[in-house]
């Protein structure tokens, strides 16, 4: 094909194709050769977990192995992305702005994690399940701190208001009228909502909230999520969400009823609180 016809296609003029051809390459961009020849080279030993700035620390580290200056991140940065390279780790996750919270409670419960009797101290949070290709379910909970009995749970699609409104209020329907427990939560956006304080007050329940940061304030309810992964979540993989509803269906069911503590004196939470009544 003559070489008038090829440069008609790539748009260009005959001039600036043979400018192109018979120009020597800078001194930079020799360089910028070795670099990738570099990059490549370590992004392959190392199965690609390294990202711009640890690849940048190891050529400087190594360079005068290979003649090369001291490089700068950003370079490295531009070198990479032209390759399309970069880390296959997982990123860290972005920093958000905090939301207006609509009103916020003292930390009551104080870790004084024991109960006198049922219904008397009640912890609540979310946590969230994947199954089958990334796809992510959200499990609420109410724990008893009487006898870690499960009082109410709901899982769903997304972590929201509706997913917290559906927990709570089975769970003070099915209280006495004397029966006003204090309810336990993170500073989380459903919590912190005017919406489930008034439910909280409507049903003269005390609210009492974790300090910021602080997960260890909820402890009764992180330790039941720590025995349900290890117990059951963990130990099979869910295609679908109902493979996985019916999994924790399941689980909390055992627990309840089956699940054997010796702290309940080798009774389940429902047998125990049985017992008592």
């Known amino acids: 094909m003559p070489i008038i016809l090829l440069c008609e296609i790539a748009g260009v003029t005959r001039a600036a194709y043979y400018k192109w051809l018979n120009r020597h390459p800078s001194a930079r961009e020799i360089e ?28 400087n580290r190594h360079r005068e192995k290979v003649d090369l200056p001291m490089v700068n991140k950003k370079r490295i940065y531009r070198l990479m992305k032209m390759c399309r390279l970069k880390s296959v780790i997982r990123r860290k996750r972005k920093k958000y702005r905090k939301s207006n919270l609509d009103y916020v ?12 009797q049922p ?16 796809k992510k379910a959200y499990l609420s909970a109410i724990i008893d701190l009487y006898d870690n009995s499960i009082v109410s749970y709901v899982l769903g699609h997304s972590n929201n208001n509706k997913l917290v409104f559906q927990t709570m209020i089975p769970a003070i329907q099915k209280l006495k009228e004397d029966e006003h427990p204090l309810i336990h939560s993170d500073r989380g956006y459903q919590y912190t909502s005017k919406f489930f304080k008034r439910m909280i007050d409507d049903a003269e329940m005390v609210h009492s909230m974790s300090r910021v940061g602080r997960c260890i304030d909820n402890g009764p309810i992180e330790a039941f999520w720590g025995t ?45 609180r049985d017992q008592a009544a």
């Open 32 to 59: 910028n050769e070795q670099l990738l020849e570099s990059i490549q080279y370590l992004y392959a030993q190392v199965d690609g977990i390294y990202g711009y700035r640890r690849i940048t620390l190891t050529i």
């Open 105 to 116: 409670a003292e930390n009551i419960l104080s870790r004084e994690f024991k109960a006198d």
């Open 119 to 134: 219904n008397q101290k009640w912890c609540t949070d979310v946590t969230e399940l994947k199954y089958g290709n990334g």
């Open 228 to 272: 349900l992964k290890c117990e059951k979540y963990y130990l099979n993989k869910y295609d679908t969400y109902e493979a996985l509803k019916k999994a924790i269906v399941g689980y909390i069911s055992f627990y309840n009823s089956e699940r054997y503590q010796e702290k309940l004196n080798g009774l389940s939470p429902l047998e125990f």
